[in-house]
């Protein structure tokens, strides 16, 4: 009972550990983490995507995605994909789209790839790029300007859509497929571009080449502006910022310095800022980069992204981060976990391109990207696990050495009852017959008869019951002994020993050679009984002065020697045992017990010597007591 109460009262104070661990997490602050620190989550989507080639995303205004596909437009709302059907001419078709924007009159601008620029309102669907005569044109970006002026890249070109006129710039030249976005305000009313001749500025009407400021600025393939008003230039080799000069001339060059800012192993595939100042960049084959007050910050493969090949970046209204990869699909990166979209989700698109940020060329949305790690994830968590599994397993030990001990309570105090039950019954009833014995053998004495069978035959039978007393009262002895079960032979000699009544008259000393071997209980026992035996028999019939007991341990084997100075008797007298006198046969029955030899040297006035050697190997083998013949009782 009082271990159940203990194990209980440990419990509860473990649960008090563990709920103040709780408080410790619901109250701390997150943290802000770094892409190397973040932790992928899965989250999962019902329906899968009509093609696998995604070329861009974006938002509506009522938050639910829009995708372009090969096959035309889709919408994700979190669960499923739909096709958003495109009416061209009164019919739906469906178109390949590489582009779209939502204008300010929640108006749909859609750049096809191979049908130019279709402008979707709620009176229907308009091809603007037909209409001013320009057929089979391949649309690379649109871009909606702070005026409300449509930018239009196209394979062949830049174009503008200003007061339902289609205007051309020929000046800045083509734009092949590896110019992944390919215009950007500069904030002072002007416009750069990107085209497969290199960077341009156009302003006023004017569009004038900006040659590279520094090697990194060679081979552009990005211009984005971030939420911060600042101007970023991608390259093949790196990210630059063009920090705009105070009381400059009217050349572009004269306006901004280029400043390097991070260097990039493959080409950059995607540029993105967010309300906190930092701009994420996508490569071709390095995964994605942080640019932030902090230094750079680099995710990819090895760290948790599912590609490294990035194709696309967007920020939605819900301050989630989107990334389209070659072959990892597409992931959504919430609250600094990135969260892949591939197969198993439903998402078969193996290829994201160009991904855009709202008509003004700036982010949908601003995330702050915090995450806190999860609670099992808590040192104070695993401390809480630690301590509760050390408090069982102490419990545990305790209520099993606790039952231990009862049982072994018990099997003493069973031992002591029948100790007593032999000690007033069968002892009284030896000790009764011994005294018959004895009145009788006076009789025979009295009148003379002490030579005749009768005689000898009593004689026999008061050495039998002398003999079984003396073992009835080792029995007994053993039942009551409450020492500690040893398995070291030295120290139970010396306990025995050391309790015998008649020490104090006799000498007696023990000695051990040798390094001592520990031994199993049950062979200790049968050779302190055997020491046991040989000191009484000298005591009982020498009349020693001086008894020496000898205990050496050799290498393979132990030899125990009792040795006295007493009368001694003929070797001829061991059949003694036929007339009642049984401690020899005893000792020898033991001996073999334990799978060793017992030797005896005695010659009368010289004392007797009994020798018992017994091997390692023997006393671990099991014994048999079945081979064993005991002689002197007829068995």
């Avoid at 930092?278 to 599912?306: A, E, K, Q």
Wanted: glycine content about 10%; overall charge neutral.
């Amino acid at each position: 009972m009082h271990a159940v109460v203990g194990f209980a009262r440990g419990l509860v104070v473990l649960l008090l550990v563990f709920l103040v661990a709780v408080v410790a997490h619901a109250v701390e602050p997150p943290t802000n983490v770094h892409p190397s620190e973040s932790q992928n989550q899965d989250w999962r989507v019902e329906g899968s995507l009509p093609q696998k080639d995604v070329h861009m995303i974006s938002q509506r205004p009522d938050g639910v995605l829009v995708l372009a596909t090969s096959s035309g437009l889709s919408t994700f709302d979190g669960q499923r994909f739909q096709s958003l059907p495109i009416e061209i001419d009164g019919h739906t078709d469906k178109v390949a789209v590489n582009a779209m924007l939502y204008g300010r009159d929640n108006d749909l601008w859609i750049g096809t790839d191979g049908h130019g620029v279709l402008h979707h309102t709620s009176s229907g669907t308009e091809n603007i790029s037909e209409r001013a005569g320009r057929f089979n044109e391949r649309v690379r970006m649109l871009y909606q300007d702070a005026q409300g002026v449509l930018w239009i890249a196209t394979q062949n070109g830049v174009r503008r859509f200003i007061n339902g006129r289609m205007e051309i710039l020929p000046e800045a030249g083509m734009i092949s497929d590896d110019i992944v976005a390919p215009i950007a305000e500069d904030g002072r009313g002007g416009m750069f571009f990107v085209t497969s001749s290199g960077l341009f500025h156009w302003q006023g009407g004017l569009v004038r080449h900006v040659p590279p400021g520094t090697p990194a600025a060679k081979s552009p393939v990005a211009i984005y502006r971030d939420p911060q008003y600042r101007v970023w230039l991608g390259t093949t080799t790196g990210v630059l910022q063009l920090v705009p000069r105070k009381n400059s001339a009217q050349g572009p060059s004269d306006q901004f310095t280029m400043v390097t800012k991070a260097s990039v192993p493959s080409p950059v595939t995607a540029m993105v800022g967010d309300a906190a100042g930092n701009l994420w960049v996508g490569t071709r084959s390095d995964g994605i980069l942080r640019l932030g007050p902090d230094g750079v910050s680099h995710w990819s493969s090895r760290n948790g992204l599912p590609d490294d090949s990035v194709r696309s970046l967007f920020v939605d209204n819900e301050q989630n981060l989107w990334i389209g990869m070659l072959t990892g699909g597409l992931s959504r990166w919430r609250n600094g976990a990135l969260a892949p979209y591939g197969k198993p989700e439903g998402f078969h698109a193996t290829f994201a391109a160009n991904t855009l940020a709202d008509n003004h060329g700036d982010p949908a949305a601003t995330p702050a990207i915090l995450q806190r790690s999860h609670f099992y994830q808590t040192w104070y968590f695993y401390l809480t696990v630690a301590l509760l599994a050390a408090a069982v397993a102490v419990q545990l030990f305790r209520r099993r050495v606790q039952l231990m001990k009862g049982r072994i309570g018990i099997v003493l105090e069973e031992r002591n009852r029948i100790a007593c039950e032999y000690h007033d019954t069968l002892m009284a009833g030896f000790a009764a017959i011994s005294w018959q014995l004895e009145a009788t053998a006076k009789l025979f004495q009295d009148t003379d008869s002490a030579a005749t069978p009768a005689a000898k035959s009593c004689e026999l039978a008061r050495s039998m019951v002398s003999h079984c007393q003396a073992e009835a009262r080792r029995i007994i002895w053993d039942l009551r002994d409450t020492e500690e079960v040893t398995n070291i032979l030295s120290q139970a000699l010396y306990r025995t020993l050391a309790s015998s009544h008649i020490q104090g008259a006799i000498e007696t000393t023990l000695d051990v050679g040798g390094e001592e071997v520990a031994l199993s209980p049950g062979c200790v026992h049968h050779l302190v009984c055997i020491g046991q035996e040989a000191v009484s028999n000298a005591i009982r019939h020498a009349q020693p002065s001086h008894i020496s007991v000898h205990l050496k341990y050799e290498t393979n084997a132990l030899q125990l020697t009792i040795r006295d100075d007493g009368r001694g008797f003929h070797a001829a007298d061991r059949s003694a045992s036929r007339r009642g006198h049984f401690g020899i046969p005893v000792m020898e029955e033991r001996a073999r017990k334990l799978g060793g030899t017992l030797h005896l040297q005695t010659s009368v006035g010289v004392g007797t010597e009994v020798t018992v050697r017994v091997s390692f190997n023997a006393m671990r083998k099991p014994v048999n007591q079945e081979h064993h013949v005991i002689r002197w009782i007829g068995i």
